[in-house]
């Protein structure tokens, strides 16, 4: 099992950078790949970059490609997520959560860390 906690979130102006953390819990963390979902007011729950368990492999929806990016370091159980030029469409809730090992299912989530970019 492993517990995470999102942080990094804030309020930046449009084209500005942030940084999220998801910081877990566990001795198994390694073996979790993990994403980063965000949700805005009024909208669906959407996936907006991954990185596996097993050679680090990202993948990044296509509002974010060239953007975001994904990193992760699993000797302090901490994934990143670089999110740079930012927009106002890019305000939203963000969780991060993990799967075990390549399942494909997300059973553990963060509680989530508000980011807001202002035009």
């Known amino acids: 099992q492993v517990q995470l906690a999102e942080s990094g979130g804030g309020l930046v102006q449009a084209g500005g950078s942030l940084r999220l953390s998801c910081a877990a819990s566990g001795r198994t963390f390694s073996r979790y790949s993990v994403g980063w979902f965000r949700q805005a007011p009024g909208k669906e729950r959407e996936f907006v970059a991954g990185i596996s368990w097993i050679g680090g492999i990202k993948n990044y929806a296509d509002s974010v490609l060239g953007r975001f990016t994904i990193s992760r370091d699993n000797l302090g159980n901490t994934v990143y997520l670089q999110m740079n030029s930012l927009k106002p469409e890019d305000t939203a809730l963000y969780y991060c959560?993990?799967?075990?090992?390549?399942?494909?299912?997300?059973?553990?989530w963060g509680q989530g860390t508000q980011v807001t970019v202002s035009s």
């Open positions: 959560a993990a799967s075990w090992q390549s399942s494909g299912t997300y059973d553990y």
